[in-house]
């Protein structure tokens, strides 16, 4: 089978967020082409299989509107790089099956999908994320469609199974849970007594409500370190030098910054499906501190053991009694270790390939 994974945002390098890291590990090892538009980049890229196309007209119509405008402006094609546009269609013509990672651009490509295999891989329930947003009902809209027409939609949680069923009215037999895995580089934890904590996020609202609240440990914790990776860095206010401002880094860099950490910081508010920065955290043997929507999806792990799961008032405490106690750090970091070993043995069978395959064996 050939794949097209159609994407939006910066998807190079690699780990310019949690949706590029799920983009590009979702069909590792397999023939494809990865194609993305929008996000912070300002030339053509191409790197392996993934193409990085700029739109700078489209980012900056997004800023002045606002409101979460980009993904309904990408809907509506209007200011999406033509260039881009022919690139993908061309692109379908030599594809078996294409994945689109979100909803947004369904709509752009469908005359196209005759005979193709649609998979949509659904990062989140994008309707449930905008209540109270001015664009939700075209969102509903724009999911809707995907959501009923595609062959299989993948999800990152088991809870996100059921909703997309109650949400949309599909068959039950069409949402299939294909979690995200970390791939690791080998880079042992050794942050036992360390005073430095790492929070990750993209440039997505949720992830700067967090970013607010490490601002905030920063500013009242001056005697530890924290460190923000990710292009999240971009809305930092807080300019003491405890807290830095990493940006993008490639995975190297990541890997060797998170392990002399002795936590992850989750203090996610708002939001839906498994927080892939507390799996990040995990495999690399972190211990994890997060609100309880943050702990989303990972209890059935024993997520008491490798976490401290406090309400946002009560971050900063979490955060000290992880600090002081260097021994619970380190028996955390044991249970972190052990429950990504057991979520991946529990978790990791699951694949795009395996699931086309059952669907064709069953039609």
Known sequence: MRFLQIAHGRIIPEYSSAYAMRCHSLLRGQERRLVSVGGTVWRHQVSGYAEQFPSLLLMGVAVARGNR???ILISDGRYVNRRYIGRVKSLIRDSDVVVFEGPWQYRLFREE???????YDAHNLEANLRKGNVYHDRVREIEGEISRNADVILVFSREEVDEFRAYYGVN??????VPHLEDLSGHPWAGKGSRDLVFIGSVYQPNIEALRIVEALAREMPDARFHVIGSVCSEVRYRGSNLIAHGMVDSAEKDRIMSGCAAG???ILTGAGRNLKVLDYIAHGLPVITTPLGARGFREYGIENFSIV???DQFGEAVKAILSDPDLQERMSGAALRAYETLKQVEGSASVVSILNEISTRH
Do not use: D, F, I
């Open 69 to 71: 405008s980009m993904e």
């Open 265 to 267: 910081l989750n203090p």
């Open 310 to 312: 406090a309400e946002a």
């Open 113 to 119: 999908l005759e005979g193709k295999t649609v998979v």
């Open 172 to 177: 039950s037999s069409k949402v299939r849970y």
